[in-house]
């Protein structure tokens, strides 16, 4: 249960014997995902934590039988280590890599519509199916299994109020970071149609920030879509000034574009709970699901 | 990273889009030279990175070299937008008949490029968008396809123009996709975009604006950006160790990893009635040095009272965190209060490190908000 990876997920790393690569990979086995290959260009032949490394993800694949790939490339190469992920048949890409060029992650995003394949990320801490899979960065000991479902647009902000809904005892059910570039691979929209098809997930928590407009859009989905679980939200980013990057590519207010304010009201408008700080998430949502059960 | 308008225009000129004749003068003599050398009404433009600088008077207008002088002399005096003027662009004033609007940009939703025309340039496009949509053409780009001729063509019909005046105009916006493309821009745009007394197309004002991780694959604007933008010392120090810092105008310092976390600490920071002086992301993965250097530029900041730092490790490390902590203190010496929240990867072994030290860890992020704000409330003692 849960969306988009669960525990048959078979999954290749790609730049695995580099730090964070080699760092991750092992958290990743210790959380139970199975890493069945690992690649870097160079390094075919030798092992990292038990696992495999290959020249090519062709190969990995080959070897292994992998459908997924997490990709800690290098900013510079990563757009290519996507497309060679997306070329060799993968279907599901994590891409924890930050400081993609725009110009590099629309061409990425544009081949994975035509290969069907899911891309999350750039720039996220990747996915969680609690006590299935984790193909991520994320700490995992902040999750407990649960029906919540998670998306946010920021890592560590994801870490802080998942923490805060297991302390008080509302586990998730998958924690999707979509990536924190101003161009990514899924929209919040996206991940509300998978929860919606989830049943193990009976609410969904969106953690947005300033920039863009996937709040608003998904404001608007929930409300003419009629969305059937509780939706609750909070938004990063009510101090920020226009026009001033804040950390992520993506976290950028263009002239009257993307401001939290607009976003809190999108989202107050279509009937959507907005959290004022990050441990409200857990209190609105625990109102939430008492009131259904 | 933002270019300035000169910058802009010699790379547009540089792919034979039409601009007007135009220098830089660093000096009011300078400026007359200019002038006599055009030798016609000239514009006198201020040089600053901020949009909007018309409205703040900052573009004056000269029929003489000694007016475009004057004019200079001016400017340079000034703050536009609270920016001092340190250059003026002096150019060719042209004869205006219609002023239009072109510009290439990324359009997240769509996740890819997008061109974006109006028949009535000159104005603010974004509030021209959302007053009239209807004066607004917009062509999203393929990243496949790419923007062609034909699209070109379609967008110069919309504005209005037929047979050569529609392919001349065609060719402007293909050259100025070449520009976007070619120098990895999130933003380039021509407003106005001015078509002269006589028919031609005339690029008034440029705006470029690179994507700063496009950066390594243009050392070109690389060197630059460190000599000429707009920075304080903070920021400078920031941008030299690859930091995101933003200036805030509060007092309280704020060091955090990962945009979302340290976005969402300003915000704590002012509900419990506190103001961030500024927003410092260490990013992921942030070595001891990286946390000394942070800690440094914060501490360097005069405004700053109280320094908060809220780290939640995931790909960062709290042991490496903590130790930078240490080394900042033996670097530069803790002179001001600070309140520390460290959770996450490794997080025993980083409070350990501090602890050791006689430095107090905190663990709920709302709670050393609090801490935090309280502390300036009682002098920062």
């Known amino acids: 249960m849960g969306v988009l990876v669960d525990k048959s997920a078979k999954a290749i790393v790609q730049g695995i014997t580099g730090t964070q690569g080699s760092f991750h990979t092992r958290l990743m086995i210790e959380y139970g995902t199975q890493i069945v290959a690992g690649m870097t260009p160079g390094k075919g032949g030798t092992s990292v934590h038990g696992v495999r490394v290959y020249d090519t993800v062709q190969e990995a694949k080959d070897a292994s039988n992998a459908d997924a790939s997490i990709i800690f490339v290098p900013a510079p190469f990563a757009g290519d280590a996507a497309f060679e992920a997306l070329d060799a048949g993968l279907k599901t890409i994590v891409i924890i890599t930050e400081h993609i060029p725009v110009r590099d992650a629309v061409q990425v995003m544009y081949m994975a519509r035509k290969e069907d394949a899911v891309i999350i990320g750039p720039n996220t801490p990747g996915i969680l199916t609690v006590g299935e899979c984790k193909l991520g960065i994320m700490p995992a000991h902040v999750f407990r299994k649960g029906v919540v479902g998670l998306a946010s647009r920021s890592g560590t902000l994801t870490y802080e109020i998942a923490a805060g809904l297991s302390v008080r005892g509302l586990g998730q059910s998958t924690c999707i970071g979509l990536g924190g570039d101003p161009i990514v691979g899924l929209s919040f929209i996206d991940v509300l149609k998978e929860f919606e098809r989830d049943e193990q997930t009976k609410a969904v928590a969106l953690i947005g920030e300033i920039g863009g407009n996937f709040e608003e859009l998904a404001a608007e989905f929930i409300a003419t879509e009629g969305y059937s679980k509780p939706v609750v939200a909070f938004v990063a980013g009510r101090t920020a000034p226009p026009g001033k990057r804040m950390g992520h590519a993506g976290a950028i207010i263009m002239g009257s574009t993307g401001t939290a304010a607009s976003k809190i009201e999108a989202f107050r408008e279509a009937g959507v709970l907005v959290a004022e700080k990050p441990s409200d998430v857990a209190k609105l949502l625990a109102r939430k699901l008492d009131k259904k059960a | ?381």
């Open chain 2, 1 to 381: 990273m933002k270019l300035f308008e000169y910058e802009a225009k010699q790379i547009f000129a540089k792919y034979g889009l039409p601009t007007p004749q135009g220098f830089l003068a660093k000096t009011a003599k300078e400026a007359r030279e200019f002038a006599s050398l055009i030798n016609a009404p000239v514009a006198v433009k201020s040089q600053i990175l901020v949009a909007g600088r018309a409205k703040s008077g900052g573009i004056l207008f000269a029929e003489t070299p000694v007016e475009a002088e004057r004019a200079t002399q001016q400017l340079l005096e000034r703050k536009i937008k609270g920016v001092k003027v340190q250059s003026v662009w002096v150019e060719e004033k042209i004869a205006i008949k219609k002023e239009l609007y072109f510009g290439i940009t990324v359009d997240r939703a769509n996740r890819c490029y997008v061109a974006v025309a109006s028949a009535e340039g000159g104005v603010d496009i974004e509030e021209l968008a959302q007053t009239a949509p209807g004066k607004i053409v917009k062509v999203i780009i393929n990243p496949v396809y790419g923007f062609r001729t034909y699209h070109a063509r379609q967008i110069a019909k919309k504005l209005g123009y037929v047979g050569n005046q529609m392919t001349d105009l065609a060719s402007v916006f293909l050259r100025q996709y070449k520009v976007a493309m070619d120098t990895d821009a999130e933003l380039a745009e021509m407003n106005p975009l001015v078509e002269t007394a006589n028919g031609k197309f005339v690029a008034a004002d440029t705006r470029l604006i690179i994507d700063d991780n496009a950066l390594f694959r243009h050392q070109e604007f690389k060197s630059r950006s460190m000599e000429e933008a707009e920075l304080t010392p903070q920021e400078l120090q920031a941008q030299k160790n690859g930091l995101a810092y933003v200036k805030l105008d509060g007092d309280v310092g704020i060091i955090g990893n990962g945009a979302g976390l340290v976005m969402a600490t300003l915000d704590a920071v002012q509900i419990f009635g506190g103001r961030p002086a500024n927003f410092l992301d260490v990013g992921g993965g942030a070595s001891a040095d990286m946390t000394a250097v942070a800690l440094d530029i914060v501490l360097s900041d005069p405004d700053v009272k109280v320094v908060f730092i809220n780290i939640l490790g995931g790909i960062t490390r709290c042991d490496e965190v903590a130790n930078g902590i240490l080394e900042a203190q033996k670097r530069v010496g803790l002179t001001k209060p600070m309140v520390i929240r460290l959770v996450g990867t490794n997080e025993e072994e980083g409070r350990r490190i501090l602890t050791d030290a006689g430095i107090h860890v905190l663990d709920s992020m709302e709670e050393a908000a609090q801490k935090t704000v309280e502390i300036i409330g009682s002098g920062g003692e």
